[in-house]
């Protein structure tokens, strides 16, 4: 959906915890430049068996359009939230720093 509206203008980080929902793919609608800024300004951490890691499926890393993602050593998206929550909030910390 960010693709599709101009959201630079309004929002200073995205920050996603992902047990096995699948991966949303950001489309450049209207901004050519916001797959560079959403993986610049996002973090995606994702379960340690989410399908992304699947080398059978996805040979390569993540793409940009996807944003910035980290695979964490977790599985449930209570136990990835826990894991890799320090980490997210230093994120959160430096991305409203600059603003």
């Known amino acids: 959906m960010a693709g599709h509206r101009e959201i630079r203008n309004h929002t200073d980080a995205i920050l996603c ?3 096995n929902t699948s991966l949303k793919p950001i489309v450049p ?3 050519e430049y916001v797959v560079d800024w ?3 300004s996002s973090l995606v951490f994702t379960s ?10 996805n040979p390569k890393r993540p793409r940009k359009k996807f944003g910035r993602v980290l ?10 939230t826990e894991e890799r929550f320090q980490e997210a909030v230093e994120f959160l910390e430096d991305m409203l720093e600059d603003v």
């Open 48 to 57: 340690a068996e989410h399908v992304a890691w699947d080398v059978g499926i």
């Open 17 to 19: 915890f992902i047990g």
């Open 29 to 31: 609608v209207i901004d």
């Open 71 to 80: 695979k964490a050593d977790s599985s449930s998206l209570h136990d990835i």
């Open 38 to 40: 959403f993986y610049k």
